[in-house]
């Protein structure tokens, strides 16, 4: 166990969750369920971009063009740099 400083307002904040969870509901509990959250949230959102990412490299049109786009904004960067890119 160890003690961390946050500020007034967050740990408020905190409390005021712990309070939601009922009674028995402690700091750590809530810390726990946020990071729990963010984990779930954050692989959700890792997923749907693997999705994208599937369905475009799947439009052989769409990913010729991005290509191109990507080419013509190299050579840009380029002569805007000197040639040093």
Do not use: N
């Not at 028995?24 to 890792?46: F, K, N, P, W």
């Not at 475009?56 to 740099?81: I, N, Y």
């Amino acid at each position: 166990m160890t003690t961390i400083k946050v500020p007034k307002a967050l740990r408020d904040k905190l409390s005021a969750l712990a309070d939601e969870g009922g009674r028995g509901t402690t700091l750590a509990d809530v810390l726990q369920q946020l990071l729990e959250e963010h984990h779930s949230i954050r692989t959700r959102q890792l997923i749907a971009f693997d999705t994208l990412l599937q369905r475009a490299q799947a439009d052989q049109e769409a990913t010729a063009k991005a290509d191109r786009a990507v080419q013509r904004a190299l050579k840009f960067l380029q002569r805007r740099s000197g040639g040093s890119t």
